[in-house]
């Protein structure tokens, strides 16, 4: 069976001591996992967290998000050295918080578009440096998944068939797939046929609705995506991520300007009945 989570974007735009807070709120709620977003090592409480997660028996996920001033395939080399370096400290801050899957588009700067396709010379900086830190993070009973983005956030990833080459490219046990159903509704052809290609690469899925709302409330189909995470055999995590107005600056980052749901804890215990109900359902 798979393990769900919650994104802590949904209620903050940073980790800090004071979102470490939310970690009880989203036990009660009856995940069994938490998403944190590790965008600043400097805030990230390792102490009080450890405790939070003790207590809670959740599991972390740390997720990561490059910009543009640590960006793996920006044409200064000083900058790329920074993206690598701090998806390497990224992973020591969650094998120390004791996780094991580190989520996210770790390849580009989010919202870096640059009015053309990814060219040769930036894949091949990327494939380096996504090499040496998948070997980093597997020293470390860590693994990496790469998200593929929409079009409007990113030119170098978008869909699954390009993150199917990237994994090829590293070739590394500790580097695979991280898909969002959001991204995937604006990209792929086919929601389940995508989840089939990616098969066993695939290693941690984003449960977004069409609209970032409650899952289950939009136009995602949810039964074929199910279908097919049945048929890759999938048992990993299923994790609601969303954003709210009232988070400003990842509302901003994201481009969410309206409420899209209640509330953002309806949106997550809502959601969870439904990812809860739709596994009961297809993947036993
Ligand atoms: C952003 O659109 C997203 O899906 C996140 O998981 C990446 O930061
Ligand atoms: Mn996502």
Redesign the pocket.
């Known amino acids: 069976m798979p393990k769900y989570g919650v994104n802590l974007l949904l209620w903050a735009d940073k980790f800090d001591r004071e979102s470490v807070d939310l970690i009880p709120k989203v036990a009660e709620m009856g995940f069994d996992g938490v998403e944190i977003p590790i965008f600043d090592h400097e805030t990230v409480d390792i102490r009080h967290t450890k405790a939070a997660l003790r207590d809670t028996n959740l599991h972390p996920i740390g997720c990561a998000i490059m910009t543009h001033d640590r960006n793996p395939i920006h044409e200064d080399a000083a900058i790329r050295e920074i993206g690598k370096n701090y998806l390497k400290h990224s992973i020591d801050v969650l094998a120390e918080l004791g996780g094991d899957t580190l989520v996210?588009p770790v390849y580009s700067a989010v919202g870096a578009l640059v009015g053309r396709g990814r060219n040769q010379q930036e894949w091949d900086w990327c494939v380096d440096i996504l090499g040496e830190v998948a070997d980093f993070a597997g020293q470390r009973g860590v693994t990496v998944a790469m998200?593929p983005?929409n079009r409007f956030e990113t030119y170098f990833l978008n869909i699954v068939a390009d993150a199917i080459k990237l994994s090829s490219a590293v070739n590394s046990p500790f580097f695979k797939i991280?898909l969002?159903t959001?991204?995937m509704n604006i990209e792929e052809k086919n929601l389940a046929q995508a989840i089939t290609n990616a098969g066993t690469l695939l290693h941690h899925l984003?449960a977004?609705e069409n609209d970032r709302g409650t899952p289950g409330t939009g136009l995602v189909d949810w039964e074929e995506v199910f279908n097919a995470l049945a048929r890759v055999n999938y048992d990993r995590w299923l994790v609601i991520?969303s954003f709210t107005p009232a988070v400003k600056e990842i509302a901003a980052a994201t481009a969410i300007w309206r409420d899209i749901a209640p509330s953002a804890e309806i949106l997550a215990t809502e959601g969870l009945a439904f990812l809860k109900r739709m596994s009961a359902k297809h993947l036993q």
């Open positions: 996210g998200e983005l991280h969002d959001f991204h984003h977004c991520e």
